[in-house]
């Protein structure tokens, strides 16, 4: 599945030191702003320890774990809507996101200018939602007299325009579409080809000194300033200094704050269900392999992402969950057990179901 999450901030809040930690590339980190103008991309792999253990009951040669696209967007500054900086491609890139990952600056470096002047989390989420509702209400006010005049010749326009107009409403009382949905006020998917920016899932990250990482008062007044979209609180920096160690120096590291794991594990995680994803494993002597679902995917669907020949041929779906398979310790043991089960057309997967499909080619 292509689905990518857009890296999104003010310059120099720390986004490339973030995705160069993320994934092990060398992108510039300067200490101006605009240092990323072109999008860097790259492919991240979910941590996930099932498979390790899967391998071990399987016997399986290789781990193969599902993965998420990160892009390290320009920064955005005052005006971006309307062109300021680099707006038309930070705008332009955003757009092809799936999900937006908000990096917001909490750290004090005298080292390291503050394109406002001062550390203030707060006015640089306000600042970066604002330019988003900006460039979305000239959308909504490109589209919306036209909408209204298909609409009259073709009635199955009719929700769309009532959304796009409860979209305009929201956004002209400064407010993001993904915020109102998550309160019931407006299904995005009524909004059809808009492709507003605000309607996308948020993240955000706040990247704090290292000294900040075991304050867990200032994590929940951060977490509190975005509430109900999900936070990650890492220190950027440590996470680049992690990337360049082996496991247990880097263990060793992360235990000298207080960490049990690398912050970019979070994320990635959290990345991952922000864009409404999960996993289901198979393994065997060749390998022990996570793949990517959305949620809510049924049997045949889920099959389908192997190849589109399991979808079409699909018979039944021999399903164990994870916990039980450990617990059991063998798909012989689990099937004895009576935790292996067969499920139809109708089952809709579970994150972390161990399956092996059945099927007409």
Known sequence: MGLTIGIVGLPNVGKSTLFNALTANDVLAANYPFATIEPNVGVVEVPD????VLAEIFSS?????????FVDIAGIVRGASTGEGLGNKFLAAIRESDAICQVVRAFDDEDVIHVDGGVNPSSDIETINTELILADLQTVDSRLPKLE???????????????????????????????????GEIDVTALGDLHLLT???????????????????????????????????????????????????????????????????????????????QTYLTAGPMEA?????KVGNTAPE???????DFQRGFIKAEVVAFDDLVAAGSMTSAKAAGKVRME?????????DVVEFRFNV
């Not at 320890?49 to 390790?52: E, H, K, S, V, Y």
């Not at 929700?159 to 579409?177: F, H, S, V």
């Not at 936070?231 to 049990?260: I, R």
């Not at 139809?344 to 972390?352: L, P």
């Open 49 to 52: 320890a099932r498979l390790a």
């Open 61 to 69: 040669g290789r781990l193969v774990p599902a993965a998420t696209t």
């Open 149 to 183: 005049k298909e609409a009259k010749r073709a009635p199955e326009l009719a929700d769309q325009l009532a959304a796009t107009k409860i979209a305009y409403g929201i956004l002209n009382e400064g407010r993001t579409i993904s915020a109102a949905a998550a309160n």
């Open 199 to 277: 309607a996308k899932p948020f993240l955000y990250v706040f990247n704090v000194d290292e000294g900040q990482l075991s304050d867990h008062d200032l994590h929940a007044q951060l977490r509190s300033l975005v509430a109900p979209a999900e936070a990650v609180v890492l220190c950027a920096q440590l996470e680049a200094e992690l990337a360049q160690l082996d496991a247990e120096d880097a263990a060793d590291l992360l235990a000298s704050y207080g960490q049990e794991e690398p912050g970019l594990n979070q994320l990635i995680r959290q990345g991952f269900s922000t864009l409404g994803l």
């Open 289 to 293: 392999r996570a793949w990517t679902i």
């Open 302 to 308: 889920a099959a389908g992402v192997i190849h589109t």
């Open 344 to 352: 139809g057309k109708e089952y809709v997967m579970a994150d972390g």
